[in-house]
């Protein structure tokens, strides 16, 4: 939904929104440039890592270390937003975004000109990322917790589906942009730099021109409007409503993930989520290494592969679930089938186009399934226990950052075809499993 349902286009507010337009795009872009920043480094890191010849293990390790802080205290701060403001969360979550993007790019490119150690490099590396997973969390919850407080209840799902579809959207400007900063005076760290000052924009306009919340804290109703935790953005980032659920419906206790009528659910979202983070953090290695690639020059097809997934993500969310009115039941079972076959295809691949082609069917797949464990754990509970399951939800989208991307390096580095013939049997298994289990 563009920003001009929720104002104007003379700029001032009408209808649900007490927001400018301007002031939505500022909430929009502090969203975006997080998602962007993190896939553009996905899209490099393979690449860096190969140049300074440090083991792939520790490469997506030292990367991926930031989604387990993202994970943990995403819930933290969004609790936070009310009792220190949403505009100082969301300027602190985009100043931690800046100063980690910043170190990581100085301490990456001091390393390919071996002013350090490939291991001191990737030790300070993974110090810096710590950064973002710390604090960059805390923009999400506070810019839906801003933009929420603004708008009335009836238009209140809306925006912020609108604001949350940024984080889809920059999954794929961010590979798309990521080439073009690779430059000579910087080489591969470009984009972790570009980013950094990109970002510094952004917080310049949240700073000067979003209007400060922190004395409307005190005004009864404001407080009405809360954020919600946001799965960790990356390339495997997808729309699934959780987070606008959890920021509109009345606050409840938090279910288990193991309560008896989610249950099923959250286990199929689970695994489905272990097969997309393994075969994500190998596609970068797996394209250098299938296509005989010299690391400097890897980051361009690592970027059209990881468009093409996004894009085939996005479709299947935008496109195709709405048309084909699937239940959930169906989304997993063949959102399993269909990204199964994906990543059989991609292991299969010879060259560029077939590994686009593979891994846009995997994406195409998990596009599915995401959202299908996400209705059905929704379905089974009532009205009044929405807030809880999509804070189950949420959690449960972020597990599989915990410990899949570091096995599926491990399988990797015994057989570069592990990890998609394993992947592929999960899903496989999947399918089978919820077509005895699933209800709905």
């Excluded at 938090?254 to 695994?271: E, F, H």
């Excluded at 089938?337 to 593979?358: E, H």
């Excluded at 209705?375 to 950052?401: D, K, R």
């Amino acid at each position: 939904m563009p920003a001009t349902t929720l104002a104007s286009r003379s700029g001032q507010p009408i209808g649900t929104s007490a927001l400018k337009t301007p002031q939505f795009l500022l909430l929009f872009a502090a969203m975006l440039v997080a998602a962007a920043g993190n896939t553009a480094l996905q899209s490099v890191m393979p690449a860096i890592g190969r140049e300074m010849r440090i083991g792939d293990f520790w490469v997506a390790l030292a990367y991926t270390s930031s989604a387990i802080l993202w994970v943990l205290l995403a819930p933290f701060w969004a609790e936070k937003s009310d009792r220190h403001g949403r505009k100082r969360l969301m300027l602190m979550g985009v100043g931690g975004f800046i100063v980690s993007m910043a170190l990581c790019g100085l301490i990456l490119r001091a390393g390919l000109l071996g002013g350090l150690a490939g291991t001191t490099t990737f030790i300070l590396f993974a110090l810096a990322r710590s950064i973002y997973g710390t604090f960059g969390c805390a923009t999400p919850s506070a810019t839906q917790a801003y933009l929420a407080a603004r708008t009335r209840r009836s238009g209140r799902v809306a925006a912020l589906s609108s604001l949350s579809s940024s984080f889809g959207l920059g999954t794929i400007l961010g590979p798309a942009m990521a080439p073009l900063f690779v430059l000579p005076f910087v080489g591969l760290p470009g984009p972790l730099i570009a980013f950094a000052l990109i970002g510094l924009g952004v917080f310049v306009a949240v700073w000067r021109w979003l209007p400060d919340d922190s004395k409307d804290l005190r005004v009864k109703g404001v407080r009405e409007g809360r954020g919600a935790a946001m799965s960790y953005p990356s390339l495997a980032t997808s729309l699934t409503g959780a987070s606008v659920v959890a920021a509109t419906a009345p606050r409840s206790p938090r279910l288990k993930w193991n309560d008896p009528r989610i249950r099923s659910w959250i286990i199929a979202g689970v695994a489905a989520g272990h097969a997309q983070a393994a075969t994500l953090t190998c596609l970068g290695f797996f394209i250098i290494d299938r296509l005989h690639l010299p690391p400097s020059g890897s980051e361009m097809p690592i970027s059209i592969v990881m468009m093409a997934g996004a894009s085939a993500t996005l479709a299947a969310q935008w496109g195709l679930i709405p048309r084909l009115a699937l239940g959930p039941r169906t989304l997993i079972i063949w959102g399993a089938l269909i990204a199964a076959a994906g990543c059989l295809a991609t292991m299969a691949a010879q060259g560029l186009y077939g590994i686009v082609i593979g891994f846009g069917l995997a994406s195409l797949g998990f596009g599915f399934t995401r959202p299908g464990f996400t209705a059905g754990a929704s379905l089974a509970v009532p009205t009044a226990e929405q807030g809880g399951v999509a804070g189950v939800i949420t959690s449960a989208n972020g597990i599989a950052y915990v410990a899949a991307p570091s096995l599926g390096m491990v399988m990797y580095g015994l057989n570069h075809d592990l990890p998609f013939v394993v992947s592929a049997v999960l899903l496989i298994g999947l399918a089978l499993w919820g077509r005895a289990r699933l209800l709905v």
